[in-house]
Each structure stands twice: as C-alpha cells, then as structure tokens.
T-cell receptor, first 114, second 110 residues
Framework: EPEVTQTPSHQVTQMGQEVILRCVPI?????FYWYRQILGQKVEFLVSFYNNEISEKSEIFDDQFSVERPDGSNFTLKIRSTKLEDSAMYFC????????????FGNGTRLTVT | RKEVEQDPGPFNVPEGATVAFNCTYS??????FFWYRQDCRKEPKLLMSVYSSGNEDGRFTAQLNRASQYISLLIRDSKLSDSATYLC???????????FGQGTTLQVKP
C-alpha cells in the first residue's frame, strides 16, 4: 500500500538554526498538509497546499515557516529560525481531495530544539 | 467553544469490555468525520470514516448525530491492542481542512 514518507525521523537543532523537514506524499494525491503535535497535546493544523500554492494556514504558521514543492515528489517544511517552542512532532499528510477523502499521515519527524 | 471536543479520559477498561467515546463539533456545516487511532509517539492512522448516520467495521461502530452535533465510537469486546488514543476529526466543509479533537486515551487491561 502506498504511504507518505518523511525524513529525517528525528532532527536535533540549536535555537536560531534553520531546519528543513522533508516529505514524499502519495503519488496520486493532490492535497498536502503539515500538522504538528507538541508532546502530550493535540494534533494542530499548520498549512495546506494545493496546486503549488498554500490554500490555508493557521496562526501558528507565521513568517518563520515556509513550504515548498520543489519537484514532482517532495514537499518540504522549512523553519527559518527555530525556537524552543518549535520542538514537536511534525506530521506530513496527503489526500486525493474531496470532503470524504481521509488524510494519510507520514510517520513524522521529531524536532528537538535545544 | 473548541471546534472539536473530546473527553480526554483516560478510560481504563478490562479486556472484553464495551467502551464508548463521544465527540462534539461546533461547526454545523461539517459534512465528513473520521476516527483516527494514535499510538504513543506515532502518526495518526485512519480507523473509520463517518459520513451519514454511521458506520460499522467489525468490533467498531461509529455513529453521527447531526442534530446534536456529536459523533460516537463504540468498541466492543476490547482487546489489549486497542489501547491507544482515539482522535475525533471533523472536516471543514469550507476548506476541506481536518480539525482534530484532543483525543481520548483508552487503556485496556488484562
């Protein structure tokens, strides 16, 4: 069964550094998402991406964050200057689209900012 | 009011028990709902889709009550392997964005 893949599985970085989290969505999917989950808290929406542009973003997704689909397969999340509070699990997800299409999640990147 | 609200639990039940979780949503325009299961430090995995009044899959039954704006998940004959956090999800009919509840933790004990 096709799956969403994310790399790396764990990223440790120092405060102020830039990180890029990578995702390869399922190949025939058209909608891509990033969610994050701080330890012990709920899964939070960050951004959705369709047709090579952001379709929606949350208040969490400020100017420090950006997303890109540099080629036909990868979907990246960049955090320009990491803060301690960015430490979380970041999940990439994709879907075919439509209100009845569930999201398929990658197994996440654990980001630790020290 | 939170967009999707769940009782966080934890629910501690013995093997073989029947357990039910409720979830309420605030946006009456939401059309589609899902239940996801999340194991500790893992990604959410789809458990069931809920479109009309409900859905059944083996030991799992999901029901939707649009008038009261809640969704329920019933697990019959609980197994140890059912121990996890169960996430209620509503789809925003405006954007298609999935809104997650905080999750309900289930611990099934021998």
């Amino acid at each position: 069964e096709p799956e969403v893949t994310q790399t790396p599985s764990h990223q440790v970085t120092q405060m102020g550094q830039e990180v890029i989290l990578r995702c390869v969505p399922i190949s025939n999917h058209l909608y891509f998402y990033w969610y994050r989950q701080i330890l012990g808290q709920k899964v939070e929406f960050l951004v959705s991406f369709y047709n090579n542009e952001i379709s929606e973003k949350s208040e969490i997704f400020d100017d420090q964050f950006s997303v890109e689909r540099p080629d036909g397969s990868n979907f990246t999340l960049k955090i320009r200057s990491t803060k301690l509070e960015d430490s979380a699990m970041y999940f990439c997800a994709s879907t075919e689209g439509g209100l009845r299409s569930p999201l398929h999640f990658g197994n996440g990147t654990r980001l630790t900012v020290t | 009011r939170k967009e999707v609200e769940q009782d966080p639990g934890p629910f501690n039940v013995p093997e073989g028990a029947t357990v039910a979780f409720n979830c309420t949503y605030s946006n009456s325009a939401s059309q589609s709902f899902f239940w996801y299961r999340q194991d500790c430090r893992k990604e959410p995995k789809l458990l069931m889709s809920v479109y009309s009044s409900g859905n059944e899959d083996g030991r799992f039954t999901a029901q939707l009550n649009r008038a009261s704006q809640y969704i329920s998940l019933l697990i019959r004959d609980s197994k140890l392997s059912d121990s996890a956090t169960y996430l209620c999800v509503a789809v925003s009919s405006n954007t298609g964005k999935l809104i997650f509840g905080q999750g309900t933790t289930l611990q099934v004990k021998p």
